[in-house]
């Protein structure tokens, strides 16, 4: 093993916080992480970390040599992206993660589309509903659904993401179609709650037509953490529930759901999904499985179609 692939290895034990998460990444025993970190300490004649039982910590020469060592990575990834460049044919391999719902929708597609087009290229294709790190887990592309946020990461937007306060025909039968923010939040809501995140409020106008906007707090009957699980719910008239339309795969009428107060103004989200990488100079396997993504998602989204006049309501 060169020096080159140990001061990679000892890049992942800083970024991750300890030899065994690093270890574990890298799907290696911590004891061969170990030893190479320890050789590579050899080989320059310094002490690079200050190890305990519970954590590690750099040297005063290990923070000068950790910056050289990020900045040696960063040259080898605009080094392999130049050489991918030069490809006739795109090959390689291309790790992604994403929502899993939207995962299965979306990027699946795009995955079978992609490989068959490229017939020279590997995925490594990972569903989760949190909040990877990709850089530490070294993914080249991410799939986030939510607001913009401010971060060293490169985001693409590939298109909105709208929301929809929907439920099934049997609720409505059973509780009555509710006139009011007031009255909707007196009935069982569907929430959804992945341990990061727990969307339990509604926000809406005050009254019809009004810029005033209230918060209420929504009466959970039932709580997940998979999106899959409360269309099934909603189906079932379980609760109500605010969807965003990408978690849809058909035009609600077809799902038997209804929109709910939809003369209300919706709380304006600046949500969309985007496409996250780490590098500005993307791979050009990166670029064209975005390219591919987005002429599934289409513009506008095909979502959109999936309620009636969707852009007439919730104004």
Known sequence: MGMS??????????QH?????????????????????????????????????RSVSLTDAGKEIF???????????????????FHSEPKGLLRITCPTLFGKMYIQKAVTLFMAKYPQTHIKLVFDDKRSDIIGERFDIAF??????DSNLIARKIAGAQFAILASEGFIETYGEPKTPEDLVKLP????????????????????GSDQMRSHNMVGRLEVNELSVIIDALQAGLGYSQRGLFTLDKNIKELGLVPLLTNYKLEARDWGVYAVYPHRN????????????KELVGSPPIWDSYIDNYDQIYK
């Not at 025993?29 to 970390?49: F, M, N």
């Not at 986030?144 to 946020?149: L, Y």
């Open 67 to 85: 910056k050289q060592a990020e900045a040696m990575r960063e040259l080898l990834a605009d080094t392999q992206r130049l050489a991918d460049s």
């Open 5 to 14: 692939t140990r001061l990679d290895l000892f890049i992942d034990v800083i």
């Open 282 to 293: 993307q791979t050009s396997l990166v670029k064209l499985f975005i390219e591919i993504v």
């Open 144 to 149: 986030r659904i939510g607001p913009a946020r």
């Open 189 to 208: 809501a569907i929430i959804y709650s992945n341990g990061e995140n727990t969307f339990n409020k509604l926000t809406l106008s005050e009254k019809p």
């Open 17 to 53: 916080g300890s030899f065994a998460k690093a270890a574990g990444i890298r799907n290696i025993d911590r004891s061969a992480l170990s030893k190479q970190i320890k050789l590579l300490e050899d080989d320059l004649g310094v002490r690079l970390l200050n190890r305990s039982t």
